[in-house]
Structures are given as C-alpha cells and as structure tokens.
C-alpha cells in the first residue's frame, strides 16, 4: 500500500529516528537522494548553471546539501539564503558551513540586486528549498519575489519535500492570498503526504518521487491515507466461470432521468451495462424513453412502476429536485439492495433529514458520489471549505452517512465510515465535463452488483474511471473535448485488463455475494 502521511505523524517518524542516528544524517541522505534525482533531470548537461533557493529552516538545509553536492559535481550552482534571524539548527549549520565551502555563488536578498539580476540569467533546473512541511502562513515578501520568478521558467523545477506555499495535508495554497512554486518535480521524505495528490497538489507538485531515508519501519505508524491502486481491490476482480449466465452478475436500475434530462440516466445505464452488470433497466422519473437507440440491451421503466427491491440502485442521475424524485429516493433508501447515490439524489438529501437519518441507519452498502458543492450542501458549509481540507470533509460525509464517500475533483478521496480515505492518482482535465460523473455512478453501480465489497467497489470504480481518461488522452482523444460517452468502452477494456491480470485462484464473483457485503 502506497502509505500518505499527515504532518503530525511525519514529523514523529522524524522525531523518533533521530534519536537513533547521529546529528545530520537524515539531513544528508536527504540531500544525497535529492542530489541524484537532480543530477537524472540535468541529464548530460555540461556546467548546468543551478539556482537553489535555501529557506531560513531545514527545508533550506536539505538545499544547500544538495547545492554543494551539485557544485561537486561540475554543476554551475547560485544560491539564494533566506537565513533565519536566529542561530540555524545543526543540522542546518552544518549545511551551510559545507555550502560555503564549496564552489557556488552564495547570495542573500540582501545583496545588491541578487533578485533583480535574476530575471536576466537562464537556467537548467531549480531547486526549491524555501519552506517544506507545515507552513503556517502564506509566503511574503522576497521569498514571494522569487517564487513568482520561478513559476514564469520553462525549465525542470525540484521541489524538496513539498513546493513551497503548499499544504502538506491538504493540498491547499497556505493563505487567503498564498502562492505556490509550481514544481515538475517533486521529491518528498520519509513518507508520501496527501497534499500532494489532491486538490491543487497534482497542479503543484508534479511527478512525485518518495525518499524514506533509509528510516525503519518499525519507525511508522499504521497509516490511515493512502493512494489509490490496483493492487488495494484487484482481489476482489476475479475472472469469471464459463457456467454462468446474466442472473450470475446482478441487475442495476439506474433512478433518475426526469424531463429533459434522460441523457444523464442513460450515460448511467451504459456504463453500468458495458462494465458487467447481468440487466440494467433505466427507470424514468417522468416520462419514459421506448428504448435507448444507441444500448438497446437497456430496459427502459417508469420509476414508479418498478420493483427496486431486487437490483442495485443507482439514484439521482438527472432525476431533479421535485416530491416525486423525493419520494423514489425514500423508496430505494428502503431496500436492502446496494445502492449508489450521486447528483439530484444528493441534493435532495442535503434538504431532507428525515432521508438523511434513513441512509444513516442503513445496514446495506451506500456510495455516495458528491462533487465539492455537493459535499457543500450536505455538510452545510461552503465549497471552499471542503476544498480547504478534502480528506476531512470526505471522513466527515461517510461517518455522519454510514457509507463510503467519493470526494471528486483533482485526487478523488475516497472515505470509509471508520476514517481510512484513499487518494486517487489517476484522471485528468477531460473528466472535468458534463456526464462524467453519471458514468462513474454507473459503474460503482455494475461493481456492485456483481458482488464486490463495497470499498473495493468504490475504489476500483473510481481508479478505473480515472484511467480509461489518462488512456484515452494519451491516445489523443481530449482532454479538450473528451465526452462522457467515449470513457465507457475505454473504462470497460481497462476492467477486462485488470481483471485478467488480477490473481486467479480466488473464487469468481457472482451476484449472490451482494446481500453479504459490508
């Protein structure tokens, strides 16, 4: 598992190896592996002219190590120090004594035009040492200078630890009106932090490498965040027996599609029938499309008139905000079949606590499917505050609903009612379009049916969603343009790919196993 760490509990690992190590090693192992990565992105570059930025604290420490191990090997490095009005720590004392010595151009603000003078030079790569985990407030002054400089070059930029002015936690810009050094790169120690994967993370961190420092495990806690992957939910994604038949792998009814807007309901349906479900039926809240011209394998329904006691529920994918849609929703929250809930059905939750406690009090597996407004509304906040802190907001939404929770947006969280969130990893701009999130539904909805658990539903789905549009922009298709409806067959090659390459032994799943899950 790709373990994310909050602050708190990096800082204890940090804390706890310390007092087993000699003054300065992390310090220089730090720098060791950051040096490396550096010197992979200068590549053959001869006499690759350098600018490091040294914060006032060990973050600037770890730089002027590996400034002076730059400057070793044949790197033409300057140095900007932002030296802190008190005595540095040791460790930081010792780096900068080292980077003294060595030869590279050590400059402070102070000096006469030394940020001015900038703007005049070319560079091959920066490092960014200004600030690393923790920050409190947002970036000011020179340092601010200097990190509107860096944002404006075209060239590889190595963030240490965390770009700087960005939340370690929650991938947020520290302050009302913060910045961030906006890296290509980014090399984080000791363990991997959720910040850099979520929210603005992804736009701020780039490729994102993890150094331990040769840290023990024994040294790290059970971690209650980690990224999304295969390997999390590929047990549960078993071939399947030849001695089966459509009733082997559940129905979906997909509630929703009230007046002028059946296309949501039916991008839901698709997607539910591409990625496995035995018999999906799209069930109209007002009036009923005869068939689905382009998925005539899906059966079209009133609402009204179905019996949804016995497939998955996929509630609120165009099904609006009206008594009827209100009153279907407190139909399927009735069942004891799984059931996903996404867009109107979310919105009229926020509105509706007696529905609400009713979710709550369900034994049965939920998903709930909420973009930040969404979450917004059900928390009753705004959506900046669920932006501000992702994975809490997501851990608040499941435990007050009993279910598991998909934040989306950029890094998806997804929370289970006992705290432990995942991050997503994949996805990208051509998700961000109308539908997208209805063939996520979907397909949460076909996983389930088929008799996955419920969190590895979730995760897989989500993950899955997410690929099929990394693959299909990789392929040309978006992310400019990129529809909802080209994600399905792409979303169901990728399902088949991970189902074959996932573990054989397990026993196939079946429908039957829905009305054990948890």
């Known amino acids: ?80 120090l932002f030296a802190a009005p008190k005595s540095p720590s040791p460790e930081a004392g010792a780096a900068l004594a080292r980077a003294r010595s060595s030869l590279m151009k050590l400059l402070t603000p102070q000096d006469a035009g030394s940020i001015i003078s900038l703007h005049t030079q070319s560079w091959q790569l920066v490092i960014d040492g200004l600030f690393g985990i923790g920050l409190m407030r947002p970036i000011t002054g020179d340092m601010r200078v200097v990190a509107e400089y860096v944002n404006t070059l075209n060239c590889p930029v190595l963030a240490l630890d965390v770009p700087s002015g960005l939340d370690a936690d929650t991938g947020d810009i520290v ?106 039926y799209a069930c109209f809240i007002d009036e009923v499309s005869a068939f689905d011209p382009l998925q005539p394998e899906i059966m079209c329904r009133p609402a009204l008139e179905f019996d949804f006691t016995n497939a998955t529920v996929v509630a609120g994918p165009g099904a609006g905000n009206t008594p009827k849609a209100r009153h279907l929703l407190e139909t399927a929250l009735g069942t004891v079949m799984p059931l996903v809930l996404d867009a109107d059905a979310l919105n009229i939750l926020a509105g509706d606590n007696i529905l609400q406690q009713r979710l709550s009090n369900r034994n049965s597996p939920a998903i709930m499917t909420p973009h930040p407004l969404e979450a917004a509304r059900l928390l009753g906040v705004s959506a900046g505050m669920v932006q501000a802190d992702r994975l809490a907001a997501a851990r608040q939404l499941a435990a007050r609903f009993n279910a598991i929770v998909v934040l989306k947006g950029s890094g998806s969280v997804i929370a289970r009612p006992d705290g432990m969130v995942a991050v997503n990893p994949t996805g990208n701009p051509a998700l961000a379009t109308a539908g997208t999130g209805d063939v996520l539904a979907g397909l949460c909805g076909a996983l389930l049916s088929q008799g996955l658990p419920v969190w590895e539903a979730a995760l897989a789905a989500v993950w899955l969603h997410g690929h099929a549009a990394d693959e299909l922009v990789d392929a040309g298709i978006g992310p400019v343009g990129l529809t909802a409806g080209e994600l399905i067959p792409a979303i169901r090659t990728a399902l088949n790919r991970t189902i074959k390459n996932a573990r054989q032994d397990a026993a196939p799943i079946t429908a039957r196993a829905v009305q054990q899950q948890s």
């Open 175 to 280: 302050g009302p009106d913060g910045i961030a050094v906006q890296a290509s790169h980014t090399i984080t120690f000791i363990g991997d932090k959720p910040g850099l994967h979520t929210c603005h993370g992804r736009d701020y961190a780039g490729q994102v490498s993890v150094a331990s420092l040769d840290i023990d495990d024994a040294f790290f806690p059970s971690a209650q965040a980690s990224l999304n992957d295969p390997t999390i939910f590929s047990d549960a994604l078993q071939p399947r027996r030849q001695n089966t038949h459509k009733g082997s792998f559940g129905d979906v009814a997909v509630l929703g599609g009230a007046h002028g807007m059946h296309g949501a309901a039916l991008l839901s349906a698709r997607a539910a029938l591409h990625c496995g479900a035995g018999r999906v």
């Open 1 to 80: 598992m790709n373990a994310l760490y909050t602050v708190e509990e990096i800082r204890r690992i940090e804390q706890a190896a310390l007092s087993t190590l000699p003054t300065g090693t992390l310090m220089q192992r730090a720098g060791a592996d950051a040096t490396a990565l550096a010197l992979d992105l200068l590549g053959t570059a001869m006499r690759a002219r350098v600018l490091v930025l040294a914060g006032p604290g060990n973050n600037g420490g770890d730089a002027l190590e590996v400034a002076a191990e730059l400057a070793e090997a044949g790197s033409d490095v300057t140095v900007i």
